[in-house]
């Protein structure tokens, strides 16, 4: 069974950076696109990022583009977001997930084995 563990999250002020990491273990997951989402206090859980099983093609909500990256190593099994200019608004607990199932990288119903998340915090 894969186990998700997120890490890196914290508390940076306004404009700063930050890299999560999403590290896998149990098996390899090189053959699995990752996703990453977002969940604010009383906001829903919406898509951030993902990566395709080879690394080759990644994606981005329209809300981080341009300031966010996402990359793995599969080597090390595991997933990096990159965080730039960072802004209040992206406060929120942090999620990655296998995509498990076809379909869009957007929707979270096609992803299953989540972390438990990482809080990040943004101050103005």
């Known amino acids: 069974q894969v186990q998700l563990v997120e890490s890196g999250g914290g508390l940076v002020q306004a404009g700063g950076s930050l890299r999560l990491s999403c590290a896998a273990s149990?098996?390899?997951?090189?053959?699995?696109?990752i996703g990453w989402f977002r969940q604010a206090p009383g906001k829903e859980r919406e898509y951030v990022a993902a990566i395709n099983w080879s690394g080759s093609n990644t994606y981005y909500a329209d809300s981080v583009k341009g300031r966010f990256t996402i990359s793995r190593d599969d080597a090390k099994n595991t997933v990096y977001l990159q965080m730039s200019t960072l802004k209040p608004e992206d406060t929120a607990v942090y999620y990655c997930a296998l995509k498990t199932a076809s379909g869009n990288y957007v929707s979270a119903d096609n992803y299953g084995h989540w972390g438990q998340g990482t809080q990040v915090t943004v101050s103005s």
């Open positions: 149990g098996r390899p997951v090189n053959n699995y696109a």
